[in-house]
C-alpha cells in the first residue's frame, strides 16, 4: 500500500489521477495531520504501508516568513514524525523539496551536487526536512521540484493568473531579473511513479528543460493561447514580496541525466501540454 500525505493539495490532484488508487491511501489534514506524531503513528499501524509519498506542507512562501513556527513545525518536524513512523516499518518514503534551496546567483543551472543555501523560512524549512529523511532513513528518494505549474481551472498560481490577466489586459507586468525551472505537477508525479522502485535511493532535481523568467513564461502563455497583449518586462523590485526570493533557482536534472532516466520534456512543451490539459478561457 501507497499512503500518501497532504493529499488534498496540487500535486495530490496528480496522484489521485496517475496512481492505482485500489493500492493508494490519501490522507490530509485533520485525519493525518503530520504535526501530531500519534495521528501519524496511528495511521501507520492501520495502514502498513510500504512507501509513503509525503506531500504534506506549508506552501505558501511568503506566509511562511510570518508563520514560522508553523512552517518549521509541519514542513521540518512533520517530515519527522513521517521519518520516523517509516524507519520503525521500513518504509520507503519519497520527500518533495524544492528548488527554493538555491537561492544564488549561480550563473549554471544547480544540479545535485551543489550545496543548497536556502534564503527563506519556507526553503529553510523544508531543507531541514531533508535533512531528517538523510540522517534517519537509507530508502528515500528526495525530489526537488521547480517552479509547480498545475491545478487547471482552480490554478491560483502564475499560470492561471496570466491566464486571466491576458482575458482582461492589454498590457501585462512580468518579472525579468529572476530566473528559475518549472515543474509541471503531473510530470512529477509521473517521475515519483517512475522512481519509486528502482531502489536508486537518493536525492533529485526534476525540473523541465531550460531556465527561465516569468516575463519568459508570460510571453509563452501568450504564443500559446494567442493574445495579443504586450508584455512588459519589469524587475523585480515591482512587485515586492515578504520572502527574499534568489537571483537563480535554475535547477538541471543532472542525477537523471547520468542515470539516462531524465523523462523531463522542455519547459515551453510542458507548459502546452498543461494549457491543453484544461479548459482555459480563451484570449
Ligand atoms: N507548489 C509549489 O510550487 C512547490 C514547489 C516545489 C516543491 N513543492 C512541494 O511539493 C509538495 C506538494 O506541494 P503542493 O503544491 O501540492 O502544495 P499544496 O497544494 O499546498 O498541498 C499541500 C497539502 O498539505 C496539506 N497540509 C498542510 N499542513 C498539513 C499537516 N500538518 N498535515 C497534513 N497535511 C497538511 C495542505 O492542507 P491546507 O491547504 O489546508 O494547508 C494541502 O492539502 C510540498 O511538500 C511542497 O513543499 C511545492
Known sequence: MILV???NGMVGSYVKQIFDLDNTYLTDIPEMDVTDPAKVQKIF???????????????????????IDD????NAL???HVVLACKKIGATLVYISTGGVFGGNQADPYTEFDEPNP???????????EKFVRANLHNHYILRAGWMIGGGEKDKKFVGKMVSLFSERDEILAVNDKIGTITYALHL????KQLINTGLYGTYHVVSEGACSRFDIAQEIA???????KIVPVGSDRFPLPAPRGISEAMRNYKLDLLELNTMPKWQEALREYLASWDYKRV
Open 5 to 7: 500525505t497532504g493529499a
Open 45 to 67: 499501524d492501520q495502514i502498513k504501508p510500504r512507501t509513503v509519498v509525503h506531500l504534506a506542507a506549508k506552501t505558501d512562501v511568503d506566509k511562511c516568513e510570518t508563520e
Open 71 to 74: 512552517a518549521y513545525k509541519t
Open 78 to 80: 512533520g517530515t519527522l
Open 119 to 129: 534564503p527563506t523560512v519556507y526553503s529553510r524549512s523544508k531543507y531541514e526536512g
Open 189 to 192: 508525479v509521473k517521475m515519483i
Open 223 to 229: 504564443k500559446i493561447i494567442g493574445s495579443k497583449a
